[in-house]
């Protein structure tokens, strides 16, 4: 059996947690999402979390979507928010 190797946009978050920073994680692509207490931390889980959702994917009989981050573009952009009068 070959083995395929994909790309996966992961976006991490800080909160604060009963005044404790947290890392929230998100995979879009596979719709995965976890969180952890430093950022090495919660990398390893999302991890963990994709390769089961492929294992899944796999299981299923479905097609395993991936992400092409070289034809990417992943930018942010700051906007005015108006006060209420």
Do not use: F, W
């Amino acid at each position: 059996m070959e083995t395929q190797v994909g790309s996966y946009r992961i976006i991490i978050e800080p909160e604060m947690q009963n005044g404790k920073k947290v890392y929230n994680a998100y995979c879009p692509t596979l719709d995965v999402a976890d969180y952890g207490d430093s950022i090495e931390e919660v990398l390893k889980s999302i991890h963990d979390g994709i390769e089961l959702a492929i294992e899944a994917l796999v299981h299923e009989g479905k097609e395993v979507p991936t992400d092409n981050i070289k034809e990417q573009v992943i930018t942010s952009t700051q906007a005015s928010i108006p006060q209420k009068v």
